[in-house]
């Protein structure tokens, strides 16, 4: 079974602009979360969907969106990018809404450079 | 708020030795708490789950426990080799869903 997959691996983007990334979760997963994790240090959430529906929002400005598809994969959308938004982005997905009793797994990330 | 921190924030050790990894975590109403194990620039490895019901779990070398009166979870890695070289994250779960709180990250190097 493939795994978390994440489109692209690395992008650059000049300040300003929009950016738009990609997540398929592990097939038969109904839940996908959005991290961001800056150099050196921990992830931060961004967003929780499950059954296309958003279930959680971390502390992020509202330049930060995202959606889930019927078929599960997801989006996140940042629009007027700044040199701060540079980092890592993660895709979590797992079986289940929450993290109770279902592990949740990661993909390899996006790495975004905003110059 | 959940905060949660990790120590140390950096280890270096020879082949061969056991290690613990220390995670704290301030709200005891935690329902989970992960593991997870970080290469330079790659993406999170889940390495063990331990649910609020549960004290420890284990795989392979690792053991991981949790004491939520403490607010503490270790992970213990026996006979440590130069490929668990990595960051290693613990995260905890509480307050609904998936938002989950990440500590820093303890980086282990392990020297042939």
């Known amino acids: 079974d493939a795994g978390v997959t994440q489109s692209p691996t690395h992008l650059i983007k000049t300040r300003g602009q929009h950016v738009t990334l990609r997540c398929s979760p592990i097939?038969?997963?109904?839940?996908v979360s959005w991290y961001q994790q800056v150099l050196g240090q921990g992830p931060q959430f961004i967003f929780q969907?499950?059954?296309?529906?958003?279930?959680g929002r971390g502390n992020f400005p509202d330049r930060f969106s995202a959606r889930q598809f019927p078929n599960y994969s997801s989006e996140l959308n940042v629009n007027a990018l700044l040199l701060g938004d540079s980092a890592l982005y993660l895709c979590?997905?797992?079986?289940?809404?929450?993290?109770?009793?279902?592990?949740?797994?990661f993909g390899q990330g996006t790495r975004l450079t905003v110059v | 708020k959940q905060e949660v921190t990790q120590i140390p924030a950096a280890l270096s050790v020879p082949e061969g030795e056991n290690l613990v990894l220390n995670c704290s975590f301030t709200?005891?109403?935690?329902?989970?708490l992960q593991w997870f194990r970080q290469d330079p620039g790659k993406g999170l490895t889940s390495l063990l789950l331990?649910?609020?019901?549960?004290r420890e779990q284990t795989s392979g070398r690792l053991n991981a426990s949790l004491d939520k009166s403490s607010g503490r979870s270790t992970l213990y890695i026996a006979a440590s080799q130069p490929g668990d070289s990595a960051t290693y994250l613990c995260a905890g779960g509480s307050g609904g869903y998936q938002k989950v709180t990440f500590g820093i990250g303890t980086k282990l190097q392990v020297i042939p």
């Open positions: 969907y499950y059954e296309k529906e958003e279930r």
């Open positions: 709200d005891s109403a935690i329902y989970n």
């Open positions: 097939s038969g997963h109904k839940s």
């Open positions: 979590a997905s797992s079986h289940d809404r929450g993290w109770a009793d279902t592990e949740a797994f």
């Open positions: 331990i649910q609020s019901s549960q």
